[in-house]
């Protein structure tokens, strides 16, 4: 018999299209909504990280020698004045790519953190893993924990505002290996995460991805399926990102 006073099982902060092969349910122990789509699948967890903890993280990544990070506006500092800044727990860079001869800035800050040798290539640029951080390491350790996955690297993004993004890609690099699981922590701004289908651009799954959200992309989701962070004009404040992987081939350093 149904149990008249049991809670209602939360509603999901997106829409999946009504179409078979979609389904989401809540995953009560896991405190997050377990979701297919056709040809892949995720998990998404809203506040996975308390308040106060991604509050904490949300100045950890902006600390830093010489600005108040409460009340600049990020947008306005030049890639030169940044490169100057000494920032206390991340190195942030701000990368370029190459376009018709042109070096052009990413729309985004970045930066690589991971065990020895786990060097990565996106956008064309080949990055070197910075040594873990105790920060890193701590939100390393809860989601491999709630995933049972492991990760040896993470790149973070850090949009300044609405109008930095990510465009449209998949995390099907092949160091990262067949069908990879990423992990993804977010802190501070809202912004919406899409999913398109490689197969039909035209259905899209916008994802509002918030200040202690996890998302766990799995299954074939990475060879199906292609993911974007669009801009948004009505966006203010800076949003961070933490994308935990896996490269295979590197040796694990002894004790991580
Ligand atoms: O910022 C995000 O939510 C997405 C990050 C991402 O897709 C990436 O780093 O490859």
Redesign the pocket.
């Known amino acids: 018999m149904a149990d008249l006073f049991a809670p209602a099982a939360p509603t999901p902060p997106f829409v999946l299209p009504a179409a078979p092969g979609y389904d989401v349910s809540w995953n009560k122990d896991r405190n997050g909504f377990d979701v297919t789509v056709p040809g892949g699948a995720f998990f998404y967890a809203e506040h996975f990280f308390s308040k106060a903890w991604s509050d904490r993280m949300f100045a950890y990544l902006q600390e830093n020698d010489s600005a108040d990070w409460r009340t600049i506006d990020w947008r306005k500092v030049s890639a030169e004045a940044l490169g100057q800044i000494g920032f206390t727990n991340v190195r942030w860079k701000q990368d370029s790519m190459k376009l018709y001869g042109k070096d052009i800035p990413l729309p985004r800050l970045t930066a690589w953190y991971g065990d020895p040798g786990a060097a990565y290539t996106y956008s064309g640029i080949k990055s070197e893993p910075n040594p873990w951080t105790d920060g890193l390491l701590h939100i390393k350790d809860r989601i491999e924990d709630a995933s049972g996955s492991t990760f040896n690297c993470v790149?973070l993004?850090w949009y300044r505002d609405g109008k930095d993004s990510?465009s449209w890609?998949a995390?099907d690099e092949k160091e990262l290996g067949v069908d990879p699981v990423i992990a993804?922590a977010n802190f501070g701004a809202t912004r919406d995460?899409q999913l398109r289908r490689n197969s039909d651009h035209a259905e899209k799954i916008t994802i509002p991805?918030q200040h202690g959200t996890l998302l766990l992309m799995r299954g074939e989701l990475q060879r199906h399926w292609k993911?974007a962070?669009p801009k948004r004009a009505t966006v203010d404040g800076s949003r961070f990102?933490m994308?935990f992987r896996t490269i295979y081939g590197v040796i694990p350093a002894s004790g991580s």
Do not use: A, E, K, R
Request: proline share 0%; net charge negative; aromatic share 8%.
């Open positions: 790149l993004n990510l890609h995390d993804s995460f991805l993911h962070v990102n994308t």
